[in-house]
């Protein structure tokens, strides 16, 4: 069983910063084997992809909405994904969910990966 923690949401003004932490821990797990998503929900709207990253080979992929903005990065010593999320926007306002999927290559382009972690608040207040 893979748990997941995410950490790091918070308010803060369009423009600025916030870092998202997701923690993996597991038998025998090594985040170097998954395909580590960010995800994100709005209220009313579903469930949409926001960065993906494959620490293994260091793969990484963005929805065009984040590109430019947002850092996906990974420590494979601490089992943690973070995602950097600079000039920040009232749209980008949403719950934040990392995902794991065991030996998926982060081109999928789904959102219903095996593993999820709670999720953490990301509040931009315009």
């Known amino acids: 069983e893979v748990q997941l923690q995410a950490s790091g949401g918070g308010l803060v003004q369009a423009g600025g910063s916030l870092r998202l932490s997701c923690a993996a821990s597991?038998?025998?797990?090594?985040?170097?084997?998954?395909?580590i998503g960010w995800f994100r929900q709005a209220p009313g709207k579903e469930r949409e992809a926001v960065s993906c990253?494959?620490?293994?080979?260091?793969?990484?992929t963005y929805a065009d909405s984040v590109k430019g903005r947002f850092t996906i990065s990974s420590d494979s010593a601490k089992n943690t994904v973070y995602l950097q999320m600079d000039s920040l926007k009232p749209e980008d306002t949403a719950v934040y969910y990392c995902?794991?999927?065991?030996?998926?290559?982060?081109?999928?382009?789904?959102?219903?990966?095996?593993?999820w972690g709670q999720g953490t608040q990301v509040t931009v207040s315009s």
């Open positions: 995902g794991a999927d065991f030996q998926l290559s982060c081109d999928y382009d789904g959102t219903d990966f095996s593993n």
């Open positions: 990253i494959n620490p293994g080979d260091d793969y990484m």
């Open positions: 597991g038998y025998r797990f090594t985040i170097d084997d998954y395909a």
